[in-house]
């Protein structure tokens, strides 16, 4: 299954070296467009990068990290006192959605069918969010570079600015990474107008769905210590270390970890935040579109919703469109997931069952799905 490339580490020189006055010109232009976007937050040098975007780069983009920039991208830093000043100019801010997951979940496909409706700008994993959910993992903590009132402020700024939008834009939804949605909470309550919908799947589909995965090994081990923390946060009940784990087991902890951090952000949000299940989606596009769509308020009409089912967006694979990816190759996809991991597909269901056999907290997250 395709996944993308990996996410570039290095800071982007060109935009490091971008002489002074391009940084004059983008800050100028901050207030009054998305055309100039902040699109990385670093936050020991306290500065933000900008760089020059488009509507249709915009739609383009399946990540909004590293692989937007290249030579000819226009950009520059600045300080994160210049970004907040000339944020505080925005005259017109449009509504602020987000779309939260448990990873590979379809979220991107979501985004994308959103951006058909052309009343909405989509803004999909925005780096700069990331690096707040990081630092918000250590606030009061001696490693951590901010104080609470600080990590505000920021949060408060990009907020600001994810909620510009173009004429047409009736309202911007951030597609957030994975693991960004343990964020939600800090979000949705200093952002009081916003909405969100959080993505999932069932157990044993999400088990297969990981494992069916290339870079399944990499992916999952690469996120599992940030998953066990956020995991132990939320449960009591011990879980044995992570060098005892299979790959199935490994994936049946994400599931539980980013599934414990969904179920907390629902009981806390149950007016403004929704759950949406990925096979229920796929199983009728139309009625989840239009649901999604009305919980965030946006319009839509009648031929939108009769032509969503036959959109070319569900015939390629979101994150690289290059890709054909259909409902029908997904669920190939899983088929021979099931066939070929089976063994440790049924490990990490096994793992699932007694972890909720020794703890009602896990047992109660699982019987919920």
């Known amino acids: 299954m395709p996944r993308g490339a990996r996410r570039s ?19 100028s232009r901050l207030a009054g467009s998305p055309d100039i976007y902040p699109q990385r937050l670093d936050l020991a040098a306290q500065r933000v990068l900008l760089v020059q975007l488009d509507l249709a780069a915009y739609r383009a983009a399946s990540f909004l990290d590293d ?16 970004a907040n000043e000339a944020s505080n100019r ?21 985004s994308r069918l959103l951006d058909e409706n052309g009343s909405s700008l989509s803004l999909r994993e925005p780096l700069p969010l990331r690096t707040l959910a990081e630092a918000h993992d250590v606030l009061e903590q001696p490693d951590s570079l901010l104080s609470r009132s600080q990590f505000d402020q920021y949060l408060a700024l990009f907020l600001r600015l994810w909620g510009r939008g173009y004429p047409m834009t009736d309202a911007v939804v951030v597609k957030a990474t994975s693991s960004a949605g343990r964020l939600a909470t800090p979000l949705l309550t200093r952002s009081e107008g916003s909405r969100a919908i959080y993505m999932s799947l069932r157990p044993e589909p999400y088990l297969a769905t990981l494992l069916a995965g290339q870079n399944s090994p990499a992916d999952l081990r690469g996120h599992a210590p940030e998953r066990i923390r956020r995991l132990r946060s939320r449960v009591s009940a011990p879980t044995a270390p992570l060098y005892t784990m299979s790959l199935g087991e490994l994936a049946a902890m994400s599931w539980l970890a980013e599934t414990s951090t969904r179920r907390e952000a629902l009981a806390r949000f149950r007016a403004r935040l929704i759950a949406v299940d990925f096979d229920d989606f796929l199983a009728d ?22 032509d969503i089912g036959h959109s070319p967006v569900l015939t390629r694979y979101s994150k690289a469109p290059e890709y054909a990816y259909t409902p029908d190759f997904r669920a190939q996809v899983l088929r021979d997931s099931r066939l070929h991991n089976s063994a440790e597909i049924r490990r990490g269901m096994d793992w699932l069952e007694r972890q909720g056999r020794e703890s009602a907290e896990i047992a109660a997250i699982v019987s919920a799905t």
């Open 9 to 27: 580490g290095t800071m982007p020189a060109m935009a490091a070296e971008a002489p002074v006055p391009i940084a004059e010109e983008l800050l």
């Open 67 to 82: 692989r937007i920039l290249g030579p000819a991208t226009k950009g520059a830093w600045v300080t994160a006192a210049q």
């Open 90 to 110: 925005i005259a017109r801010s449009r509504p602020l959605h987000f779309i939260f997951h448990t990873g590979h979940v379809g979220s991107t496909l979501v």
């Open 285 to 306: 596009v139309a009625a989840g579109v239009r649901l999604i769509l009305d919980h965030f308020g946006l319009a839509c009409d009648t031929r939108y919703l009769a």
